[in-house]
C-alpha cells in the first residue's frame, strides 16, 4: 500500500505542523474535507505507516484516557488491516482486547524488543524512543527511557540510546522468560475471524477466558489469517498458553497452534461439532471441546482452563 499523502484537494490545509491525532504527535496525518469528511488519514511512523480513522474512533480511545494503548494496537496492524478504515468499534474493541501488562512484564518486553531491534548481536539496537516507544506498551517516551535505564542497572544492557547494546546476560534472560512459559495472565486465541465465529468468542470464548482468570488477546479481528508475522510470534511467546477453535480449518490456527505446542505450552483445543470431522487427522487425537452451542463450548472452555491451568490472576478492573 503506498504512502498516503498530503492532497490539498482531498484534505484540509493545517497552517501549523500536522499531527496525528492517535499519538498525538507529529507526523503527516491529515483531516479529510471531501466525503468522508470525519476521516483522519495519513502516515506516521509511531503508529506503524499509514493510518486511516475516524474522528469518534480517536474520541473513544480519549474518552478513556487510552490514547497509547490504541497507539500499540495501531502499531501491531498487519498491513492488511491497514487498508480499512478504523471505526470507533475496532477501537472499543482493541482497548477491551488489548494487553495491561505489569511493570516488571513490560521489563521483559522491552528487553526483547531490543534484542529483536538488533541485527547481530553485539551490534546497538535500532530502537528509537520518539518512534518506537509503542513497542514498549509504554505511555511515551519517558516510561520507555526508564525500562531501558532499569535494563542497564539490571546488568542486561549497556551504552545509551541510540547505541544500546544488549549483552549476554540480557540474552540468557529472555531464553529464560522463553523457556520457563510467560507467568502471565494473557492467553493467545487462535481463530477463524470471520463473522460467523463473533458470536463464538464474544459469548463463549472471551468470557470463559475471563471468568477463569486470564485475559484473552486476539490480535486484529480483521486480518488475513494465513500468515503469521513477527507480531503474532512475540505475542505467542508472552502468552501462557492458548486456546486454538480450528472451526473454518484456516491453516494460521494450525501453525499458530503448533508454535505454541513447540514451547511446550497448553493448546485448548475446539470445534463446532459438525465440523469436527474435517479436523486434519494428526489433530483428533487431542482432547477437543467439540460444541453444538455457544453456552455449551463456554462452559466446556471454562472448566479445562481450570483443569489445565488452574484459576489464573483475576484481570483487575482495567482503569478508566
Ligand atoms: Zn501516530
Redesign the pocket.
Known sequence: MDRIEFDPTVHVETGWAPE?P??G?R?D?YKRKIDPTDVFEGW?D??GGN?RITESAVQEAEAAGKRHVL?SW?RRLSLDARQQTVKREDVARALRDSPSYSVLEKLDIALSVLADMTSFPGYPSSFDFMRDYPLFYAVGEDEAAFYVQELKRRGFLEGALPAVKVLAAGYEHLATIQKSGWQSNQVFVAMWFDVSMRLTYDSAIEPAIREAGYKPLRLDRHEHVNRIDDEIIAQIRRSRFMVADLTGQRQGVYYEAGFVAGLGRNVIWMCRKEQLQDVHFDNRQFNFIDYESESEAKTRLYNRILAIEGEGPKVQKELK
Open positions: 496525528c492517535i499519538c504527535q507526523a496525518v506516521c509511531r503508529c493510518v497507539t495501531m
